[in-house]
């Protein structure tokens, strides 16, 4: 079994920053992608950025510039530094990570969410 814990949320006036953080722990032989999805009230989850084991990165277009995910592998952790937040950041942001087990099981894990909100 594999959890991924997430922290760092909270609320926020707009223009300013936060620091999400998502540890992955339990029977992981390796994590491929991690990354951070959000979900706004009333719309569908959307990817926020990715990060492969490697250091690549993707972002959407609306974060680009002002996000930035960076990874921990020894620590199996991902993070998500956000400035320059503006209202429409308003969501709940999820952690997920490809993990391959250690009985070989390959499987997309998820973070309960954490609830960022901006205030304009």
């Known amino acids: 079994q594999v959890q991924l814990m997430e922290s760092g949320g909270g609320l926020v006036q707009a223009g300013g920053s936060l620091r999400l953080s998502c540890a992955a722990s339990?029977?992981?032989?390796?994590?491929?992608?991690m990354g951070w999805y959000r979900q706004a009230p009333g719309k569908q989850r959307e990817l926020v950025a990715r990060?492969?084991?490697?250091?690549?990165?993707n972002a959407a277009d609306s974060v680009k510039g002002r996000f930035t995910i960076s990874r921990d592998n020894a620590r199996n952790t991902v993070l998500l530094q956000m400035n320059s937040l503006k209202s429409e950041d308003t969501a709940v942001y999820y952690c997920?990570?490809?993990?391959?087990?250690?009985?070989?099981?390959?499987?997309?894990?998820w973070g309960q969410g954490t609830q960022v909100t901006v205030s304009s």
């Open positions: 997920y990570a490809d993990v391959l087990s250690t009985s070989w099981a390959h499987y997309d894990y």
């Open positions: 339990g029977r992981i032989f390796r994590i491929n992608d």
């Open positions: 990060i492969t084991s490697g250091g690549s990165t």
